[in-house]
C-alpha cells in the first residue's frame, strides 16, 4: 500500500508585530501624521493599537479619513519605515524558527504594509525562505490577498499568524484556520475575544503547532 502523500502546509505571516517590532515607531509616525488628515492623535500606545481591532484602514475610515485621501495616508504612513527598517528589531528566534518552518511549509507575508517597504526590511535583516509579499499597495485587503492564496493551493492547509484581533477576524473572514500571537500589538487577552484556532507566547511555539 502506498503513503498517502502530506499535504502541503501553507503559513500566511502578518509582518508588523508578529516579525517584527514596529509599534513604537508606527504610534511615532501616525501621531506626527494624523491631525492632517482630521483623525484625533491617539494618547498613547495603548490607544493606537485600538485601531487594529478590525482592518486598519477600515478603522481609519470610520474615524474620519476621507476614503479619497487613502491612498495617500498609506504612503506617508508607510513608507518612512524604510528609514527606520535597520532600527526596528526582529523578535528573538523568529527568524530561527522562520527557518525551520520553511522545511515544513511554504511561507508567505500578507501584510497592511507596503510591499517595498516590508521587502526592505526582508532584505535588511536577512530573513530568507518568503516566496512572495503581498501588502495593502495591491489594493485587494488582506481578506482577498488569502483567498487568493487559498485558489492558487486549492488543497493545501493554510493557517494565517498574526498579532491583532483584526487579523484573525479577516482570516477568519477568508476561511483559513488562525494563530494569534501574543508578543505584537495585542495582548492575549484582546485576541481571545476574536477565538483563533491557537495562541502562542513565543516564535518557538508556532514548531508545535505546524507538523
Known sequence: MKNRKKRLIILLF????????????????FKNIAKE?????????????????INFYESL????????????????????????????????????????????????????????VIE?????HKIEHVSAVIGADNGIGKVNAIKL??????????????DTSGDMIEAKKAGVKTIGVTWGYHSRLKLKETDPDFIVSAPKDLLKIID
Open 14 to 29: 502578518d509582518y508588523d508585530g508578529t516579525i517584527i517590532d514596529s509599534v513604537n515607531l508606527a504610534y511615532k509616525i
Open 37 to 53: 488628515y482630521g483623525l484625533a492623535s491617539p494618547k498613547s500606545i495603548k490607544h493606537f493599537v485600538e485601531f487594529y481591532n
Open 61 to 116: 475610515l470610520t474615524r474620519g479619513l476621507l476614503k479619497i485621501h487613502l491612498s495617500k495616508f498609506i504612503n506617508e504612513f508607510r513608507q518612512p519605515f524604510l528609514d527606520y527598517e535597520k532600527k526596528m528589531k526582529i523578535f528573538p528566534y523568529m527568524k530561527e524558527t522562520i527557518k525551520k518552518l520553511s522545511k515544513k511549509a511554504k511561507i508567505f507575508i500578507i501584510t497592511s504594509n507596503l510591499s517595498d
Open 120 to 124: 526592505s526590511s526582508i532584505k535588511a
Open 149 to 162: 492564496i487559498k485558489k492558487r493551493f486549492p488543497k493545501a492547509i493554510i493557517y494565517y499568524i498574526g
